[in-house]
Antibody, heavy 115, light 109 residues
Framework: EVQLVESGGGLVQPGGSLRLSCAAS????????MSWVRQAPGKGLEWVAN????????YYVDSVKGRFTISRDNAKNSLYLQMNSLRAEDTAVYYC????????WGQGTLVTVSS | SSELTQDPAVSVALGQTVRITCQGD??????ASWYQQKPGQAPVLVIY???NRPSGIPDRFSGSSSGNTASLTITGAQAEDEADYYC????????????FGGGTKLTVL
């Protein structure tokens, strides 16, 4: 059974940093592109970033370029999102998802940016 | 980057057929995927590729595409189909940016 479990969310002040993690199991993690998708309270889904199987290609939505970094550790079956210079508009549930057109999603972790 | 446009809300009578559409230039080159999201839950993939359903998705869900428009059709809508539906696709720029539609709230009357 495919499982994706996010962790690392919480309350952070504007300008602060947070690192999200996603533990994957039930499939060959190193064979898949992986993605982060977020959803602000009461809003729609927004793609944030994705990363190739070996980490050699990474893509980001314009609003997070230069602030967020996606990475992975295939030996640990884990996906990460380092978020720096956080803004109020980054407040959202962050989902880890398998593939570019995601077929499996985690349950999400809430990030709240507020003073 | 590309955009995908969806109607904000659609309603359907119980047991009837409803079509939810998604428009965008990238759909001329790439298929859309469709996701169902119920309150407080993660999205669930319901249609991908030309017209493929993941295991466990009822066959009343189907997908189609023409030009710059992708459609999700629910034939014989059930009460449990009431949810938000999102389309997504690759960006038309040719690299691997991704875009989601704004979502359609489906109400089953």
């Amino acid at each position: 059974e495919v499982q994706l479990v996010e962790s690392g969310g919480g309350l952070v002040q504007p300008g602060g940093s947070l690192r999200l993690s996603c533990a994957a199991s039930g499939f060959t993690f190193s064979s898949y592109w992986m993605s982060w998708v977020r959803q602000a309270p009461g809003k729609g889904l927004e793609w944030v970033a994705n990363i190739k199987q070996d980490g050699s290609e990474k893509y980001y939505v314009d609003s997070v370029k230069g602030r967020f970094t996606i990475s992975r550790d295939n030996a640990k079956n884990s996906l990460y999102l380092q978020m720096n210079s956080l803004r109020a508009e980054d407040t959202a549930v962050y989902y880890c998802a398998r593939a570019i057109a995601p077929d499996y999603w985690g349950q999400g972790t809430l990030v709240t940016v507020s003073s | 980057s590309s955009e995908l446009t969806q109607d904000p809300a659609v309603s359907v009578a119980l047991g009837q057929t409803v079509r939810i559409t998604c428009q965008g230039d990238s759909l001329r080159s790439y298929y859309a995927s469709w996701y169902q999201q119920k309150p407080g839950q993660a999205p669930v993939l319901v249609i991908y590729g030309k017209n493929n359903r993941p295991s466990g998705i009822p066959d009343r869900f189907s997908g189609s595409s023409s030009g710059n428009t992708a459609s999700l059709t629910i034939t014989g809508a059930q009460a449990e189909d009431e949810a938000d539906y999102y389309c997504n696709s690759r960006d038309s720029s040719g690299n691997l940016y991704v875009v989601f539609g704004g979502g359609t709230k489906l109400t089953v009357l």
